[in-house]
């Protein structure tokens, strides 16, 4: 048990922090699927606007800490390179 008042205030923070970046790590993974599925319907404009949707939610990720910088940008590459191939 935490004998600090700094330990303390870490514990009741760190369940709700938790929770905050599971829901958006969650709502990335969401938003790329979306992308992913797009492309595998060979839909362009649905691909090219669910990865505009996608790309700020990842950013967002980035951050606030709870996605490394470079995994978002080789996401968003490879989902790029995979929209333009469609193309």
Known sequence: MA????AEKRIRQTPKRTL???????????????VETALASG??????????????????GVT??????NTVARKISRLTKRLKALG
Request: aromatic fraction near 0%; proline fraction near 2%.
């Open 3 to 6: 004998h600090h008042k700094s």
């Open 20 to 34: 905050r970046n599971r829901a958006r790590v969650s709502q990335i993974k969401t938003e790329v699927k979306k």
């Open 43 to 60: 839909n362009k404009a649905a691909a090219e606007a669910a990865l505009r949707a996608a790309q700020p939610a990842m950013q967002r």
């Open 64 to 69: 606030k800490g709870v996605v490394h910088r």
